[in-house]
T-cell receptor, first 114, second 113 residues
Framework: DADVTQTPRNRITKTGKRIMLECSQT?????MYWYRQDPGLGLRLIYY???????NKGEISDGYSVSRQAQAKFSLSLESAIPNQTALYFC?????????????FGQGTRLTVV | AQSVTQLDSQVPVFEEAPVELRCNYS??????LFWYVQYPNQGLQLLLK??????LVESINGFEAEFNKSQTSFHLRKPSVHISDTAEYFC???????????FGKGTMLLVSP
């Protein structure tokens, strides 16, 4: 089983709809992240959370919100989806107890907004 | 703030040939450096990282990268590539002691027979 699980893996939604992408992890890590990948642009940080009570905006947070429901769960919401939010979304985790340990990524959610 | 430049969006190469994927970074503070690999339809996996110490770091599958502070570079090399190395490679930096990553735009390595 994957250590970082994202659901759904693929989603097509209409402009203006609210959508939630979910991420859960079994690694016991305290830090969680949401990144967005666009072709030719690499990955960009949307939001990150260093523990359950901590939420921080990343480089491109406009149009998104997040919720850290538990240490193991971090969800990303698009309140009113628009076509330019069509992208591949990745959740990642890391462990603050290990100095600059690597980030562990989920398999990604491919979101298409029509 | 940090930024990462990957100079090549695509690198085509024949099997068993050497390859270098270039990465330059900019930062006003000390950084840690990473190379991640993304195989088709998969998430990202760490390939190697530089935190401190020896400037040459190696991965288990034959890749190596050298941290050059004066040139602010962290180029990735492999002396002989395989078809299975076909993937997209991302260079990333994080400020020392912090954990958010700034990625480059990626380099697609295309290995052909």
């Amino acid at each position: 089983d994957a250590d970082v699980t994202q659901t759904p893996r693929n989603r097509i939604t209409k402009t203006g709809k609210r959508i939630m992408l979910e991420c859960s992890q079994t690694k016991g890590h305290d830090r969680m992240y949401w990144y967005r990948q666009d072709p030719g642009l690499g990955l960009r940080l949307i939001y990150y959370s260093f523990d359950v009570k901590d939420i921080n905006k990343g480089e491109i947070s406009d149009g998104y919100s997040v919720s850290r429901q538990a240490q193991a769960k971090f969800s990303l919401s698009l309140e009113s989806a628009i076509p330019n939010q069509t992208a591949l979304y990745f959740c990642a985790t890391s462990d603050s107890r290990v100095v600059n340990t690597e980030a562990f990524f989920g398999q990604g959610t491919r979101l298409t907004v029509v | 703030a940090q930024s990462v430049t990957q100079l090549d969006s695509q690198v085509p190469v024949f099997e068993e040939a050497p390859v270098e994927l270039r990465c330059n970074y900019s930062s006003s503070v000390s950084v840690y450096l990473f190379w991640y690999v993304q195989y088709p339809n998969q998430g990202l996996q760490l390939l190697l990282k530089y935190l401190s110490g020896s400037t040459l770091v190696e991965s288990i599958n034959g890749f190596e990268a050298e941290f050059n502070k004066s040139q602010t570079s962290f180029h990735l090399r492999k002396p002989s590539v395989h078809i299975s190395d076909t993937a997209e490679y991302f260079c990333a930096v994080s400020p020392s002691g912090y954990s958010t990553l700034t990625f480059g735009k990626g380099t697609m390595l295309l290995v052909s027979p």
